[in-house]
């Protein structure tokens, strides 16, 4: 069965620094990984995706993140904040043994401070 | 293109009532998804739909809750009769080469 633990519930950081949000995944065959992100009272939007290509992929806003099969993680990086970046950002899994099931991690709420 | 679909937005019911979301895809996307959000959690799939066919409804309950998803397009998700633990917001998401696009949700409060 496939599954997701985000390391972190909460990450809080200024604005102009880094951002490091961790995700660490379960799958039985080669998966496929995304990050999503939602803004209060708002739906949720695609950052990025992995699916077997480059092992480094680039999203919007600035967002990027490495698979890293051996460690099964998949951790999304924004080398500097913005106010605009505060909100929810869910890690994802996906493969085809489970019929392309989608399993949410728990999510990780990101605050920026001026 | 246009996104999901999702009316209506927000819902009010008392506890026992009953309650229909309904759920209209990306055009040609096959594969339908329903979400449960509970407030502070990620998503949890309730249902999910290759065409018209069930792929996953493990963690529907389904004394409760129903969905259906005729021709293939539009869907449906009802809940009869609603509980206070089923306030939550309900997604509906479409795919079509695994990469999901999500609605903006429903957000239902039981009183």
């Known amino acids: 069965a496939q599954s997701v633990t985000q390391l972190d519930s909460h990450v809080s950081v200024s604005e102009g620094t880094p951002v490091l949000l961790r995700c660490n995944y379960s799958?039985?065959?080669?998966?496929?990984l995304f990050w999503y992100v939602q803004h209060p009272n708002k739906g949720l939007q695609l950052l990025l995706k992995?699916?077997?290509?480059?092992?480094l992929v680039k999203g919007i806003n600035g967002f990027e993140a490495e698979f890293k099969k051996s460690e099964t993680s998949f951790h999304l990086t924004k080398p500097s904040a913005h106010m605009s970046d505060a909100a929810e950002y869910f890690c994802?899994?996906?493969?085809?043994?489970?019929?392309?099931?989608?399993?949410f991690g728990g999510g990780t709420r990101v605050l920026v401070k001026p | 293109e246009a996104g999901v679909a999702q009316s209506p937005r927000y819902k009010i019911i008392e506890k026992r009532q009953s309650v229909a979301f309904w759920c209209n895809p990306i055009?040609?996307?096959?594969?339908l998804y329903w979400y449960q959000q509970i407030l502070g959690q990620g998503p949890k799939l309730l249902i999910q739909?290759?065409?018209?066919?069930?792929?996953?409804d493990s963690q529907l309950p389904k004394d409760r809750f129903s969905a259906e998803r005729l021709k293939g397009v539009d869907s449906t998700l009802k809940i009869q009769p609603a509980k206070l633990e089923d306030s939550a917001v309900y997604l509906c998401?479409?795919?079509?080469?695994?990469?999901?696009?999500f609605g903006q949700g429903t957000r239902l409060t039981v009183v």
């Open positions: 998401a479409s795919s079509k080469h695994g990469e999901a696009f």
């Open positions: 799958s039985s065959y080669s998966p496929s």
């Open positions: 992995y699916t077997s290509a480059a092992t």
């Open positions: 994802v899994v996906s493969d085809r043994a489970a019929g392309n099931k989608l399993t």
């Open positions: 055009s040609g996307h096959a594969t």
């Open positions: 739909f290759q065409n018209n066919g069930v792929v996953d």
